[in-house]
């Protein structure tokens, strides 16, 4: 897993690989990327010091996190649509 951090714009993204994405955004400032076959592959967090909470102290984690988040939002989505 990669991750990156613009402290700028307090922008955080996690991907597990890269290449071509649809990014649909799931929740306010939370972007998902999915590869060809629907499954997440990354992340993009818009005020992620403030969604990522204390994970926010460790990068790794702060990925780790913001992929679960991602996976949640994709799980609940596919729920409230059905």
Known sequence: MRWSFDREHDIFWAYTK???ADTDELAEDIFVEF???????GVE???ASKVLGEYWKDPEGAALRALEI???LVAYREITVR
Do not use: L, Y
Not at 35 to 41: F, H, P, Q, T, Y
């Open 35 to 41: 590869d060809e076959n629907g499954n997440v592959i």
């Open 18 to 20: 890269s290449g071509r």
């Open 70 to 72: 991602a996976k949640r």
């Open 45 to 47: 967090i818009h005020q």
